[in-house]
Structure formats: C-alpha cells, structure tokens
C-alpha cells in the first residue's frame, strides 16, 4: 500500500476488477433466479428450490419488482362501466351538481379526444406511443371543433351550476365552446393568443391560426411584434419544465379563488398526474372533511382515485350526454358563426401576412379573415363582485327540457 494509506494504482485496479467480477455475479444468479421463477412451481427441480433458498433477497427484489410492473400495467389499462352501472353512477353525480354551491370543472386532454385532439396517457396517446418507440401521427387542430364535452360545460356555466373551469389544455376549445373568458383559467396557455409582455397590463391578440409555430421550450417569440410597443410577441403556452408566469390566459388567480371556493370539483379526462402537483388546486390545507368533493370521469387510473366520492369508467362526452339528460338541460350544438373567436381575432398588419404558414380556422360562410379588433378591448376584465365569476347560482335557477 502507497504512503499515507492509499491504495496503488494496481491495488486500486484489482479492487475494481474484483467489483466487476462481484457485479457480473450477482447480475448472473439474478437471471438464474428469474428463469427459476418463471417456471411452474410443479416443475422446479431440486436443485432450483435450493437456488430460490439461498437467494431469498434476490426473490424479493424480483418479487416486488414484477408486481410494480403489473401495477403500472393494470393503471395505463382503459376500463370502462356497464351501461346500467355507468347510468347509476351519472344519477349520482347528477344528485351532487344540483345540490352544488360552488361546483369547479377541471378539464384534460381526454375532452377533446373526439375532436380528434390525440390524448397523452390513453393506449394511443403521445407518451404511449413515444414510449413503445412509435411516431406520432401530426394533428390538424385548426379543423378541430369544440366537442359535446365542452358544449355542455358551458352550458352548465349558463345556467350557473359550474362556476369556474381549470383547464390543461392549450387547443382553445373552452374558449370557441362560447364559455366566457373570466370563467376559464388555462394553465399551459392557449394556441390562439399571443402576448405582449412588455405593455401594462399585458396586450393580448387573439388569432385564428396556431402562434406556436416557431416556439419552444423557453423559446417563446412568435415573430410578430406589438401594435403599440413595436415589441415582440410571444405565445402563452406552458411547456413540461417551465413555471407560467403570465396571468392571462393562464388565469391563477380565478383558479386558485374558485378551488378555495368549491365544494364540488368535477374532474373530465384529465390523468391528474400534472395537476396533483398544483396544491392550492386540491386545498389540502383544509382538514378532510371541509374538502371539495371529488367526482373523476376517465377510463384510466389517476392518482386521485382513492380520495374520489365517485369514479366514473367512461368516455367524457358518453358521461355529459347522460348527466345533461339527468338534468333536463338540452346541449347546444356547436355553431361556427357564433364561435367567439372570429369576434377576438385581430386581423394580421399587411406586413405580418407571410409571419406564418399555419392553416387558419375556417370562418364561417360570410366572414372573410378575421375582424379587426382593438386589443386593448382584450385586456382581462375588472373582477365581478365576489370574485371573478360572481356570487354563484341562486337556488331553484331554472333549467330547459331536453327536447
């Protein structure tokens, strides 16, 4: 050994030598044991019983290595309710929206699968298919139309049985459903509003195109500049990794109110696997039993499961087509000509026309472009009284028959 009490060069390499020699060892009897335990317990030999016995800490470690992998299996598996149980549990839910004071929507990717929105943890989701090695099929969003899920929850907002909506979404569809914009708080952004961060409050342009074209993470700058400032705009849109900062259109504030508010929140195709991680959405600050009641609509597991008063197992639109039944509330169909973003949309500045290569949102028969709006008309509004959406419904609203 070298002065001092450090090892030599070749003492240090025969230990490393005698580390990889350990390591292939037991990397071996791992396979051993692993091909032992694949094997029928009728079918073991002697001398397999003896290896499982010698290696109890290696059968455990495998053990509960396999049921972990069937855990994760057993909660990407999509399970879907009966009809009559599916039925039964749309009674309930139903019983809860009308006793609700506060009742909050928050909506995920699973709403807009039937715009033909790909999902993200369903079986042909983006991460699905990312993980198993496959490509993705590029999604045309601008001839995406606000489905029967989101109709009806602006309906619901209407008739004042939902108060506030938090959605993940960036497709803008809350927004075109007619769903006024105090009542959404989009907390990764929206595809169709870009923004000046420079300007106090911040200016906002709606468009009738995707501004993301030329985005990315911490990458925001859309090419186009301000109308006022001369300053380039960016998208609003919140990318996994990064913190958003902007309050519109992402909306905290309203979000945060209306979660301290709820008593009620309604949760629409959404993992919960991001907005779990959003505390001031769950008040668990408050004790157990002065929580919101938790109602969840997805075919997949999520890790609000076992804190829910109900899951349901089933298709969002499948569910609202039967809870608005229930209601007696007939679901809008969705109308391009009223489609409140060709009245936002600020028209592009003759320079600007060739600032993208987007598709833009087909406007209705009669409407060329888009109108041009002043964008200080798209500042966020003042605060109703009580909050951003007011005081609530008032008890007995009526409701209309579903024809």
């Known amino acids: ?70 855990g994760q299996r057993r909660r990407q598996e999509e399970v879907c309710d009966e009809p009559q149980e599916l039925k039964r549990k749309v009674s309930e839910l139903a019983a809860a929206v009308r006793r609700a004071r506060h009742m909050v929507v928050y909506t995920g990717a699973g709403i807009s699968t039937a715009a033909s929105i790909p999902d993200y943890r369903g079986p042909n989701g983006v991460w699905t298919l990312l993980q198993k090695g496959q490509s993705i099929r590029a999604a045309d969003l601008s001839e995406a139309e606000p489905t029967l899920t ?10 004042k049985l939902v108060q506030h909506v938090v959605s993940q979404n960036c497709d803008g569809l809350h927004l075109r459903s007619g769903l006024p914009r105090a009542a959404i708080s989009e907390l990764h952004g929206n595809m169709y509003i870009e923004v000046c961060t420079s300007c106090t409050p911040n200016r906002e342009y709606v468009r009738v195109f995707d501004v993301t074209e030329r985005t990315a993470l911490h990458r925001h700058d859309t090419g186009r500049t301000c109308h006022k400032c001369g300053t380039l705009l960016r998208d609003t849109i919140v990318h996994f990794g990064e913190k958003g900062t902007l309050r519109q259109p992402l909306n905290w504030e309203a979000a945060t109110e209306a979660a301290t508010k709820a ?123 009580g909050g951003w959406f007011g005081r609530g419904c008032a008890k007995g609203c009526k409701r209309r028959k579903a024809n």
Request: aromatic fraction near 4%.
């Open 1 to 70: 050994m070298a002065a001092g009490g450090s090892l030599s060069r070749s003492e240090r390499k025969a230990a490393a030598r005698a580390e990889m020699l350990r390591q292939e060892e037991l990397r071996e009897r791992r396979r051993q044991v692993s091909r032992v335990l694949q094997t029928a317990a009728a079918e073991r030999s002697a001398e397999d019983t003896l290896l499982l016995g010698e290696c109890e800490d290696v059968v455990r470690d495998l053990e509960r290595r396999r049921k972990k992998r069937e």
């Open 150 to 159: 989101h109709m009806s929850i602006a309906c619901l907002h209407k008739h």
């Open 263 to 385: 008593d009620v929140i309604l949760c629409l195709g959404s993992s919960l696997k991001v907005l779990k991680k959003y505390p001031r959405l769950w008040c668990m600050s408050k004790p157990p039993s002065r929580r919101p009641k938790l109602y969840i609509v997805n075919l997949q597991w999520t890790p609000k499961d076992e804190l829910a008063a109900l899951k349901l197992h089933g298709k969002c639109d499948d569910v609202m087509r039967l809870l608005m039944e229930e209601l007696g509330l007939e679901i809008p169909c969705y109308d391009r000509t009223q489609d409140p973003i060709f009245a936002l949309a600020v028209a592009l500045r003759p320079e600007e026309e060739g600032s993208h290569s987007r598709k833009p949102v087909a406007p209705p028969w009669g409407l060329e472009g888009g109108r041009q709006v002043d964008p200080d008309s798209l500042l966020p509004p003042a605060p109703l009284p």
